[in-house]
């Protein structure tokens, strides 16, 4: 059985579509203007060399992202839209520059600012200088995506299997597919030119570098079928078209070696070839390819569209499959660079050669339709459905090419130019990446607490793993200090037996007045009886029954005056039905705050108000809610820091429970409830207190966080004034948590981002 | 309506007999001829001063333990028992004398040797050469019981209120409760000494001291009417009889300290009054009563009897509900020390006189059968048994008297001599303290580590609290050093993300992986359709199928020879209905041993084995059962450390496919096996192996608690072959426990007691 069936058999589908999916791609700094920036790289990063996911390529100017393999090309491609929204969280008075072809450079490139390395890096600066006395800075300042790809090593073991290839050892095998795959891959790289090339012109300022930019964009600021001015003869390659043995994988690595012993080439990596082999540096075993020919996508805000990756994806499983027409010669090389560079030029008005070197016996559009049928036939009926919607969405392109990303790109930049088109691009993007802040998109299951972390943990450089997804479990390691924590909060700072104490409501109690701090005092009972005989003991008193673990505050009464023994029968045995031990309480009136405390300090009061609105006397509630759900802050089921207020039966009977109704026109300044119960998820706000509150609530505070050696816990108290100066009668502590969201302390409703996220990873010594 | 009707009242009798009950202690040392011990106070017990639980009275070889204040007596006397087990555990070559009246004591008084004391506490050694000096040292080693008692806050805030005192402070009215059941103490107390005394004689050593005692004790050694030699006027008591104010108790307090004043006493300590009312230093307000008139009991190990408690509790009760038939002035208190002297002497044959002076209209025993009846009468209808069975108790004491303590006591004496019957019921004793030596008495709900963990807190002087007694959740507090531990190894010591790690495989895995640790490398799968296509990754090998979590094994498969993808595809079916995580396994061959470590050190090695037996050629299984089922260490219940084998149907039926039945008569050192699980509860015995196993799986045990920094931990490790240095293929490991049982490690059913007990208490810094 050749590949390509194998490829087919029931046995391969699973895990067709799997494999690890890494992202790298390159914008440049600009200022407001659309400028080239000509500031050192953000100190906020760090060491340059050491983050794992932002660096710099040739200039200083040039922002490398990275994302680690990821197990799918949505988190893959979630990953990078996080790396790049951080980036631009962090840049100061700057944008990244959404296009490949550069913004205006200084008309002396010697201008352009070459990558900073300390004196021990001294070979890295060495290379750049190299690179800008042989290609000149400005054709160095070309960006790019570049897209690294494994497959699964379940279905490479399957290939092998059904295939017969069972002579070959598993790392020869691996060989022969990645070589396959890379032949074809160049053979047949203008279609994927054709379709995802995105740089249809180039700034004025670049023309001076390459004296063949106006064949290759006729117009001055724009042809009407230029593809990929990257990909084309302006664009990034090197100065030499090199030819290569592609007849096994050692003797490819080799003749790549030999140019190097030459002295063509100063290292391998100076070959700016569209696709790479990786290998793992101890075994030399091929681990996967890297895809370096797209373009930026300026259409996006990460420069890259998940349609294009899953196209991408396809094609090289297409070229995996497809049977080869002859040897991957110095011949077939040439014609298949003089197909990329005359697609990158003319898009489907090119003249494509086949193997031959004839003609194509299709119109290039005709093969290019062919391809994605044929795509089309390689994805499994049970695949998701990302895959037949890229397929979709590309001959829907061919259909109509006004919608196709590349002629919207032209059309921007023939309407406003190159220049004022990609910065008014950059400055939109700006705004959509500071309104993502609270997420981590592509690991958007993981609880938002987890994700602020990791958000953070991006930013500062740290490299993490999910080492169980569904508990929020991650390890973060930097600099060789690895800190395990599980959803966000159970860290290594927390001693057991302290969590203990605070999963255990009686304990917690207990600690705390041995430490002389005020907790409702009441009775513990673990039989009805015992419990009924003390009704003298709490009548006439405001009181709360309740089981000593509640879920979701089932089995608890608040008894307002404990005057009639039913009532309170009734209440003790809604508990005992809950738990076998009830706590009797005094009611303590007043507002309920969430005090967030690391290492004994506290770092955020809130406080949580019930879904309301506020009238400004000609809006009704409905349109009020309508106003208010429009922030960005608020969704739909817990993947936002707030929730959307709801228009229906709950909010209407509160209402009506006011004599009010949905069209009512509240006053000027006016706050209507729709709500009784203050939970968030029922659209409540979240309200910060930290600098309101008197502090010696937060002493207090302090004060239980030692009392039960917490390092980090969120304690709820009862206070009924907060201005006034905490004494022994006047609060009352009600529960310590050990698991607190973070979130709400970072995105309010209302006050300030408590940052809570950068303090927990300060505290973890990163 | 009067205390005594109030007690009776509904609203009353859930709070009756609850309360707080401690009790103290006195035992002298004697060497194993029953003379008294020339040896100090046993080093092991430490400080004598600091030491909550054990420390000495007048003389260094008179032992004093004392139990916390309990919630029932059934708690406080299995507290005192397990004092008297670890104390009798403790001491070399000498044996607890269980009599009230001392031993054979030295002719010279001078060579009994007092209490030592560092110079920091020369008072407390003056103090007793002034006690010497003023009673002689023989008189001062007469020992007894002491117990403390408190009415519950509940049973007195009703009684206030049903009673109509609402003109008296609660602190003015518990001490109007409290005085009023000292004074018919006082009166009736000769009840108590003809129903508990137990000193019907003493040693011919004695008779120099006490001049009357041939009066006392009219035989030589044992008088026939004789009760309580410690309650007459030979016993323990003030040289002078001092009236005292009843009348209050300021009043009260104020006589004792008029008696200190006019240097009558040294110290308000130095009345011995049979009761005593302690205050609260800081408000003093009383907090309970101290009954100080028991005598030891020499014919039940710990010397008190709970019917004995039981009693004494309701003659509290029955004091305090009792009318009273005149003041308690100087003439009453005449009148009541004498009955106590004739009683003592006398015991039913004494002339008791009534409050008039005049004799008892019925027989004292038959005021002793009315006083029966009227407590009874106070007991109410859903108390706890032991309080109607203690009555019972004593009714039948009085119509067979022969089965009365007092004179099983007095026939022991008569027939073996004072001296050879205290003896014997010394040793008696002291084999069976050694045979609790696993078990907490009055706390055997508590999990076997937790008991082991607290018995050895008594040992080292440590005072606990249990916090939630259900979560087995303890405070260990000394010199203001507190640990909160919950399950005996769920302590401080161990940070939260550690934990979390043990309690995830598949977490554990990977971090252990990270350290370059064996553990079964397999799949880790989250839908069947992926577990499955894994078929052929795993076809002809042996593995095992496991939910990612399992509750007693279920959902596990072992394919010894995964070759059929029907069985494959049931086994996968079978963990998916449990977990939606599945792992998929190589299954090690070999045996599972448990490394117990702290702080990265070994501590024991156990291995378990199913139900068996060991054939001697002339027993039957059933009778080999039988026999193996006699060690103290095998019980029902997880109440012992080991669990008697059953013969029921799953052991008949095991040994059917053995062809074997109950009959059979294993031939000499054959080993039947009863199970296929090796579970200890289902009788399973436990092997030590700590010094078997070879060194080198400790080491590896020790690597992956440091991998995971956990600091207490149960590891499940297979190893094929004990004795062959590990390498990476030749063990693996399966589980870490964050929380492992200690006491299979300390009383395994072969092999040493590993003191994990011991050892974690020295880990936690006690």
């Not at 990821?70 to 980036?87: C, K, P, Q, R, Y």
Request: proline share 5%; net charge negative; with cysteine.
């Amino acid at each position: 059985m050749q590949i390509g069936e194998a490829l087919l058999a029931p046995s391969s589908q699973t895990w067709l579509l799997e494999g690890k999916f890494g992202l790298e791609k390159e914008h440049v700094r600009v200022d407001l203007e659309g400028k080239l920036a000509q500031t050192p790289h953000p100190h906020i990063f760090g060491d340059k060399l050491a983050h794992p996911f932002v660096t710099v390529d040739f200039s200083e100017s040039q922002l490398e992202m990275i994302t680690p393999p990821m197990d799918s090309i949505h988190e893959a491609l979630g990953f990078m839209e996080t790396i790049h929204d951080v980036v631009t969280e962090n840049l100061d008075n700057e944008l990244l520059w959404p296009q490949s072809m550069p913004p205006a450079l200084p008309e002396d490139g010697s201008q352009i600012p070459l990558a900073q390395f300390d004196s021990e890096h001294r070979a890295l600066a060495e290379y750049r200088r190299f690179l800008a006395q042989t290609y000149g800075r400005k054709k160095q300042m070309i960006s790019g995506v570049h897209v690294n790809l494994s497959f699964s090593e379940s279905l490479l073991e399957n290939l092998q299997r059904e295939s017969n290839h069972s002579q070959l050892t598993q790392t020869e095998f691996k060989s022969h597919v990645y070589m396959t795959a890379m032949r074809n891959m160049m053979r047949y790289r203008w279609i994927m030119i054709a379709l995802l090339g995105n740089t249809p012109a180039a700034d004025n300022s670049y023309s001076t570098i390459c004296p063949d930019l106006p064949e290759v964009v006729p117009q001055t600021c724009c042809g009407t079928k230029s593809v990929s001015v990257r990909a084309s003869i302006c664009g990034y390659r090197n100065n030499e078209e090199f030819t290569l043995n592609y007849a096994s994988w050692p003797q490819f690595h080799r003749s790549v070696r030999d140019l190097v012993d030459a002295g063509k080439l100063i290292h391998e990596k100076e070959l700016y070839s569209p696709i790479r082999l990786k290998t793992n540096l101890q075994t030399g075993e091929i681990t996967h390819l890297e895809v370096r020919l797209l373009d930026l996508d300026p259409t996006t805000k990460s420069g890259i569209r998940p349609e294009s990756l899953h196209l991408l994806h396809l094609f090289m499983l297409w070229s995996l499959a497809k049977e080869e027409p002859a040897p991957f010669d110095a011949a077939q090389q040439r014609i298949a660079s003089q197909n990329q560079y005359h697609c990158a030029c003319c898009g489907y008005d090119s003249k494509i050669l086949d193997a031959n070197g004839s003609p194509f016996p299709h119109s290039p559009k005709g093969a290019v339709r062919k391809f994605l049928q044929e795509i089309a036939n390689l994805v499994p009926d049970d695949a998701p459905n990302n895959y037949n919607r890229s397929i979709k969405f590309f001959e829907s392109c061919l259909d109509n090419p006004e919608n196709a990303p590349l002629e919207i790109t032209r059309k921007g930049i023939q309407n406003q130019g190159f220049i004022p088109y990609n910065l008014q691009q950059a400055k939109n993007f700006q705004v959509n990446s500071l309104h993502q802040n609270f997420r981590f998109s592509g690991l958007e299951d993981l609880e938002l607490s987890t994700q602020l972390i990791l958000r953070e943990a991006v930013l500062r450089g740290i490299s993490f793993e999910l080492l169980d997804r569904s508990e929020n479990f991650v390890a973060l390691t930097k600099n060789k200090h690895t800190e395990y924590i599980q959803q966000a909060t159970k860290t290594s700072k927390d001693n057991y037996a302290t969590i203990l104490m605070m999963e255990n409501k009686l304990v917690t109690k207990k600690v705390l007045q041995r430490s002389n701090l005020t907790v409702p005092v009441g009775g513990h009972y673990t039989d009805l009886k015992h419990a009924l005989a003390d009704f003298n003991r709490y009548k006439s008193q405001a009181i709360v029954v309740k089981p000593k673990s509640t879920n979701f505050g089932l089995g608890i009464t608040i008894l307002k005056q404990n005057s009639d023994e039913n009532h309170y029968l009734t209440a003790l045995k809604m508990a005992f039905a809950e738990d076998s031990s009830v706590l009797v309480e005094p009611f303590i009136a007043g507002r309920e705050f969430r005090f967030f405390l690391i290492d004994n300090k506290v770092e955020g009061v809130l406080h949580r108000v019930p879904a309301n609105v506020m009238g400004d006397g000609s809006h009704s509630i409905s349109e009020l809610v309508r106003i208010k759900n429009q922030d960005p802050l608020r969704g739909k089921g817990y993947v936002t820091p707030l929730e959307k207020i709801q228009l229906g039966d709950a909010e209407k009977l509160f209402l009506e429970t006011q004599g009010l109704d949905f069209n009512y026109t509240p006053k000027n300044q006016e706050i209507i409830y729709l709500r009784e119960n203050s939970n968030i998820s029922t659209g409540g706000d979240s309200l910060d207190f930290t600098d309101d509150i008197h502090p010696s609530y937060k002493q207090i505070a302090s004060d239980a966080a030692k009392a039960l050696n917490v390092a980090i816990t969120g304690l709820d108290m009862i206070i009924p004034n907060i201005s006034e100066p905490a004494n022994d009668d006047n609060y009352a502590i009600i529960e310590m948590n050990f698991n607190p969201a973070i979130h709400i302390h970072c995105f309010p409703f209302k006050g300030s981002n408590r940052q809570l996220n950068k303090k927990l990873l300060d505290y973890l010594g990163f």
